[in-house]
């Protein structure tokens, strides 16, 4: 049985993915639930906040969002029984591998899998519906009538923000970063959202986004990374295609809220007094809070099953942006696009 995982053999240097034989699993424990997995989603690993909460591995485990069959269960497992379909997020200490065809999980990482939900899509889901859920709902608190922008509205977890932020009776504009992203946001089904086409550079978010909302600005921000600097400073790894802080903090609207991903964002005096003026917050999204203290166990539970993103997914609420599924043998040079930010559909191994 094999198992994916990746190595860094020094800080700074590209990581590298490889396949280890897995003999034996572990012994179970009293909650442990052994789960063969049907599909798992591939993410980027963030070996940054592993370091900083002093997970330091040599080999990583790769795929955490998986969906499969229940197996056996442990002597205090109470949620789940053989023959369960369930999915759930591995935690950030893992030391399972969802690129494998056997895994042990904590039952409190796990719900139940709607029936007709196939596998890849439970899997490809969980993660971005879990980011989009936190976003709108925890941090912006989203209701109907309000303004919600969405940049980079084709990503996987664009695309679910904005088909759940229509669902609260939200207005929505989303930013497109080539032709085929402007096509895609326009056939998405609810149709609404209107989309800026960002790609040529010509557009001035900002400028739309006021223009969209008759000089009052937006409600809700969601993006997906800024540019902190000037053009000429600013890293060649980051997309130009993305606004600057200053176009962001210009179109929110009084009281408005900005969810950010930018986990190094700087804010200068002018800016943070361009907020005050604006009585305007600013939010940092990290959807791994939830696994990160186990007093929000329970309400984490409620968002993946009954609360939202499977109902939501079983109900047709929402459609992810999945590409086709992958076989095991292509994991390796799959997860290596992953890796590099080069994909744009979510990936999901089935088995």
Request: charged fraction near 25%.
């Amino acid at each position: 049985m094999k198992a994916l995982y990746g190595q860094q053999n020094s800080p700074g240097e590209e990581m590298t993915f490889v396949f280890q034989e897995r003999e034996n699993l572990p012994a179970s424990r009293d909650h442990d639930v052994k789960v063969q997995v049907r599909a798992c989603a591939l993410s980027w690993l963030d070996t940054k906040l592993l370091s900083e909460i002093k997970v330091k591995k040599e080999l990583v485990p790769v795929g955490r969002e998986i969906s499969g069959v229940v197996l056996e269960v442990g002597s205090k497992v109470t949620f789940f029984q053989p023959d369960d379909e369930v999915v759930g997020i591995l935690p950030l200490d893992s030391e399972e591998s969802g690129v494998c065809e056997v895994i042990l999980v904590h039952e409190h990482y796990l719900v139940h899998k709607p029936e007709k939900v196939c596998w890849a899509e439970a899997a490809g889901t969980v993660r971005d519906g879990l980011r989009a859920y936190t976003a709108l709902h925890y941090l912006a608190q989203v209701s109907p009538g309000t303004s919600v922008l969405v940049l980079d509205g084709a990503s996987p977890f664009g695309t679910i923000a904005i088909q759940l932020a229509q669902h609260r009776g939200a207005k929505v504009i989303s930013t497109a970063h080539s032709l085929e992203d402007k096509q895609y946001l326009e056939r998405l089904r609810p149709a609404g959202a209107r989309v800026i086409d960002v790609s040529h550079g010509k557009i001035d978010v900002a400028e739309s986004c006021l223009e969209e909302t008759g000089g009052l600005g937006v409600d809700i921000v969601l993006d997906a990374g800024v540019r902190l600097y000037s053009a000429e400073d600013e890293p060649a790894s980051k997309s130009q295609l993305l606004p600057h802080k200053h176009d962001i903090i210009t179109l929110l609207g009084v009281g408005g809220r900005w969810i950010t991903t930018e986990r190094n964002l700087q804010l200068d005096p002018p800016d943070s007094h361009s907020l005050f003026l604006k009585g305007a917050t600013v939010s940092f999204l990290n959807d791994e809070i939830w696994n990160l203290s186990s007093v929000q166990q329970g309400k984490y539970l409620n968002i993946l099953w009954w609360c939202y993103i499977m109902e939501k997914l079983s109900n047709s609420i929402f459609r992810p942006q999945l590409d086709e599924p992958i076989p095991l043998y292509e994991a390796k040079v799959s997860m290596e696009i992953v890796q590099k930010n080069q994909a744009r559909k979510r990936q999901v191994i089935q088995f």
